[in-house]
């Protein structure tokens, strides 16, 4: 059985990028019914926050990614953060195999003279390789320095592997040259596990199968491979994702809106439309389709269409997608989703129709939404303030033709006890009628004279939501104001 992992370190919001990876990761689960394990690698303890790793766990419940393994979830090869692997001794472990077997060493090199080295090489012009200073010291000194307050880490021995061969499932093999590749460390001054070294005792010890993570890691795999070819673990495949750039094609970051996922909840996307919209960042279907439920991505996701290029993320195409998300939500699943983001202009509006109603009203208008906080501003055709619906109504002209069939049509509709959509449509029909067929010279002046507004949502809707009682009153002021 295959095996995938999604290893954020909690030092920073959840980035949509790295939301990418976890998605691709519980894509690839889903399609090769593999187990997905959510790893926390919180090794950098000065910049992981517990307030961070709670984002993390925000964002994926937002996106309904549920680990099979994690921290809250347990499994059997936990535990799954990184720092708890530290206090099990996880890490020290294995390197006290590789110490012994003389693959790994001692150094005592102060910072100062790590950068003098680097200096030395950048004015050289040559890529840093360390000096191995430190690999020449005799056991005697070792024992000496280490019995000393003298700082110290474990570094790797690269060895001398002059092409070693990165297999990797989306992009071609790529031969690295290790005599290019420094010594690095492992265990870090202060105790801590390096990432290169935690990531492959983890993986091996969890036995994960396939990597999959961003490009950017690529520089990393053949240190990783040369530490499972020491420690004799048999490596994962590794399959590196396309970067995600913004619309000028570089690096996405702030510059390009938000980065943060839960940002993206709040400006009021969908989380069905964000999933579906980042699964196409890097993969893509046969066909042309762009609209995907979790179910057939979970069927129609594969490795071998993900994309060696670069993708671009497209806000606009982002709201085009959320547009049709939310056009395709349930009357009752819209007003729940929109609820939240009604500002108060909008409260005030809707308090004064019932609560099936205000569904109704909500979903009148989804065709206008492309993120949900736009319903606020398309619910004033609903507001029953008679004082700012008079208002609006002398602020505008009307001939005389358009005075005669709003007050026709005041009328006609008066005449039903009840106000329902089919009672508004034939009174409308009948005015459409006696006016020679025109739609437009009837829908347009009773629009402005009953609702107060020259564009809106259906007319039929928002006059039978209105009700008899707001319709009434409206009526006789407009008896009033167009018999003077
Ligand atoms: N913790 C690493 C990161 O967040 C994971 C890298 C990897 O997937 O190997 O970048």
Redesign the pocket.
Known sequence: MKRVRF???PTGNLHIG?LRTALFNWLFAKRYNATYVLRI?DTDKARSKPEYEDNIYEGMDWMEIVEDEGPKKGGKFGPYRQTERIVEGIYQKQLNRLLEEKKAYYCFCTDKDLDAEREEAKQKNRPYIYSRKCLRLNPDEIADKLNSEISRTVKFEVPDTKSLIVSDGVRDDIDFDCSLISDFVLLKSDGNPS?NYS?VVDDALMEITD?I?GED?ISNTPKQLLLFKALGFTPPQYHHLPMILGQDKSKLSKRHGATAVTDYESQGYLSDALYNFLALLGWSPTDTTEIFDRASLSTLFSMDRISKSNAVFDVTKLKWMNGQYIRSLSESALSEKVKPFLDDASNAILAEYSESDVSKIIYSVRDNLALLPDINGYLESFNTSFESFSEKVKGFQFTDSERQVVLDFCKNILEYSDITSENVSKTMDIIVEKNDGKKGKVFKPIRKALIGLERGPNIVEILTLLGRENLSKRASFLNELFSV
């Open positions: 290893a954020p370190s790295t690698e990432y990531v990597v993570r890691h």
